[in-house]
DNA sequence: CATGAATGAGGTTTCATTCAT
DNA sequence: GATGAATGAAACCTCATTCAT
C-alpha cells in the first residue's frame, strides 16, 4: 500500500542490514503500528494491539525486529515523514512565488491527508505526545524544528522582497501547522469531513493573513 | 426499607453540597493533578505521581476522594474551565465590535496561560487525549464544540453585517484554536516563551485573515 | 422492624454497655448488614455498601460500633439467631410426638423464612462462608453444631422408642439443614418461590424418610 | 486490511486449537486454582495465592492464559464438569430401574467426592457464590438447572410408571443435591468423614422418601 | 458519640521485554 | 528467523481500619 521502496537503503542501527521498509516483517508491523496508533492514539497503542492488528500471534515478534517502543515509533515516524517528503517537496516546488508555494503547502498537506488518513494521524499523534524523556526520539522535534524553520526563512525572504506583509514568520508558521494538525486530529473521529475543503479555506485564511498590504 | 438519617439529608460529604473547587483535600488533589499533567501529560499523570506532588502517602487517598480517574480528570476539567470561563467573560465582554472582541479573545487567552500556564497545559492536554471511552468525558468535548459553535454564531452575524470578511467560521475558529493550544503546549516545555507577544502576534494575524476587504 | 428487645441484656465485651440490638446505631447498623449481606452475599458486602446502606456518612461509624467485620458479623448472627430461636421454639414445643416436632421445625423454619428471607439469607450467607481463621466466629459453628447435636439426641431417643425408623441421625439432620437451606438460598433471588409450599413438600419429604417401618 | 497470516490461520495458540484442559500450563493453573478454592473459597482464592500454588511467579502469568477471573472460573468449572460427567454418566446409564438410578446417582456423587475431593469442593465453592454479575458464568447455572431439569423429567416419567411415590420432583432433586454438596463442604474441612458411608446413608434416605407407597 | 480523612495492604489487569526452544 | 511462554513492574481501585477533630 505504502510502497516507497524505490528511495536508497539508508540502514538503521538495527542488527540485519534493513532498509526502514524493505524487510516485510518490519514494514508490515511500522504497517500496523499506524493503522493502531491512527485507532486508538499513541498510548493505547500497545504492542499487543499492534501485533494483533498485523496478526502476529505474539508481541515477541516486535520486541524481535525493534529495540523497543521508541524504536517501533521512530519506524512510524520516519516512514511517514518520507511519504510526506516524496509527496510536499515537488507539489511546493512546483511554484515560484511565496504565496503560491504557501497555497500549496496547506493544501498539498490536507491533500496527503485524504490519501493518507492514518498515516498523518499516526505521526501527529507521536509527536504530539513526545516529551523530553526519550533521546533518540527529541531528534524528530528537532527535525520538525528544522522543516519549520526553513519555512520561516523562505518567509522572511518573502517578507523583505514585500510578497508578505509584516508579521512574525515563526507565529506564522506554528499557526500554519496547528491548524493543519487540528485537521488531521478531526479527520481521525470524522470520516464525513471534508479535508480538501478544509485546505482550500485554510489556505485563503492564510493568504489574507499574509498578504501584502496594497 | 429501614433507617435512614432523620434529617432526611444523606450526604456523602464530598458529593452533595460541596463547590467543585471548595473542599480542601479535593482542591489539592485536584491542584496536584493540574501540574502533574502539564509536567509529565496526560497518561504518565498516574495517581501515584499525584499522590506523590500533593504530598499524600499512597494513591488510595485519590479514589477516596475520586470515583475514578475520568472523575479526577473531570475534576480538573471543571476547575480549568470555571477559572476560564470567569477570566475571558468579562474581558470579552468588555468590547462592542466584533473584531475588538476577536482580539480579546485571543489575546485574553494568551494573558490567562502567562498567569496559569499550568492549568490551560493540563486542559489542552486532557481534552486532546480523549478517546469515545468515557461517557462523561464526552461531555465537555461537546462543551467545547459549544463554546466554538457560539463563536461561530458571532461571527456569522458579524459577517451578514459586513464586518468580516467571508470565509467558513468554522475554520477560523477552529484554525484560531489551534494556534492558541499550540502556543499553550510550547510554553509547558518552554518557560521562556513569551506568550502575550504571541497573544498580540496571533491577534493581528486573525484580524488581517478576518477583515473586511475595503 | 426486626425489633425483639424485650428479651436480657447479655451484653458483649464492647467497650460501652449496650445490648445486641438494644441502642439505635448498633441495631441499625445490624439491620443494614442484614439487607446487604442478604442482598449482595457475604464477601460483597463491604463496609462502605453497609454504611450507605444505613444512610451512615462513613465505615467509621461501623467500625466504632463494631470492633472488626468479624465482630459486626457475629451481631449480624447473634440477631438472626434470636430471632429464629424466639420463633421456632414455641413452635416445636407445642407439638408432643417427634414426627409432629419434624414437621413443626422443618416448616416452621420455612414460615420462618417467608417472614424474614433477609435474614435467613444472611446468616446462611454468613455461616457458610466461615473459613477456620476467625477464633469468634469458630463459636457460631459449634452452635450451630450445639442444635443440630441436640436433634440429633431427639431423634436417636424417638428412634430407640421405635417412632422413627432406623437410620444415622446426623446424616439425616444435616440433610433437612442442607435442604431448608437451600430453599433460604434460592428464595433469595427468587422472589415469587413458595417458600411455604416448599416446606410442606419437605416436611412429607422427611416423614417418610424418617416414617417407621410399619 | 494489510497482512494478516499467509496461512490464513491466525490462533492465539491458547485461545483456539486446545481443549480446555489440554495446554500444560493452562491445566497446572486450572489445578492449582481447584486446589486453592478447595481451600480457602471463592474469594480468597486470589490470584497471588494460585499463582504461589502453581509455582508462578507471578499472577501476570494468570492473566496471560486467561483473560480474567471469570475466564479462570469457567475453566475450573468446565474442568470439574468434564470430570464429573465422565464419572457418572455410566455408573448412571448401568442401571435401569429409576430406584436404582437414583441410587447410583446419590452414591456415585459421594464415590467421585472421596476420589476428588478438591475438584467438587471447588465446584462447589464457585457456582456457591455466582451472583447475577457475570454473563458467561451464568450460563454455568443455567445448566446446572438444566441437569435438575432432566433428572426431574426422569423422575416424573417413573412416578407415571408407579415406581415413585407422589411428590414435588423439583423440591425432590434439590433436596438431594442440597444433601450432597453439603456433605462436599464438610468432606472439606473434614478429612476423617466417610463420605461413601454418607452416600449409602443418603441413598437409603431418599429411597425410603421416594419408594412407592406398597 | 460521631465524623470523615487518611492509610496501607491487597486485588486484578496490562504492559514491554526477555528467553528457551 | 520466529515463537509464545514467562516475567516483574506499574497501573487503578477497593477494602478494613485508625485517628484527629
Known amino acids: 500500500m505504502q510502497a516507497r521502496n524505490s528511495s536508497g537503503k539508508q ?21 500496523a503500528a499506524i493503522d493502531v496508533i491512527a485507532e486508538v492514539g499513541y498510548h493505547q497503542a500497545s504492542f499487543a494491539k499492534i501485533a494483533a492488528h498485523a496478526g502476529l500471534s505474539s508481541t515477541g515478534m516486535i520486541s524481535y525486529h ?3 517502543r521508541d524504536d517501533l515509533m521512530r519506524g512510524v515516524v520516519i516512514e511517514v515523514m518520507q511519504l ?25 498537506n490536507l491533500d496527503l491527508l485524504a490519501e493518507y488518513p492514518k498515516h498523518l494521524a499516526a505521526i501527529v499523534e507521536i509527536l504530539g505526545n513526545l516529551r523530553g524523556g526519550d533521546p533518540g526520539m527529541v531528534a524528530f522535534l528537532e527535525t520538525t524544528e528544522g522543516i519549520l524553520a526553513f519555512q520561516v526563512e523562505q518567509i522572511r525572504t518573502a517578507q523583505r522582497a514585500g510578497e508578505f506583509c509584516d508579521f ?11 491548524a493543519i494538525d487540528d485537521v488531521v486530529r478531526r479527520a481521525t473521529h470524522d470520516p464525513d469531513l471534508d479535508v480538501r475543503a ?3 479555506e485554510l489556505a485563503d485564511l492564510f493568504e489574507r493573513a499574509t498578504k501584502r498590504t496594497s
Chains 1, 2, 3, 4 share one sequence.
Open 168 to 178: 512574525d514568520p515563526w507565529v506564522m508558521v506554528r499557526a500554519i501547522r496547528a
Open 84 to 108: 510526506a517528503g516524496g509527496y510536499m517537496r515537488p507539489r511546493i516546488e512546483a511554484h515560484e512565488s511565496p504565496a503560491a508555494r504557501l497555497r500549496a503547502s496547506i493544501e498539498g
Open 66 to 68: 525493534f529495540k523497543g
Open 11 to 31: 540502514k538503521t542501527g538495527h542488527e540485519a542490514g534493513s532498509s526502514f521498509t524493505g524487510t516485510g516483517r518490519r514494514a508490515q508491523i511500522v504497517a
Open 198 to 200: 478544509a485546505g482550500r
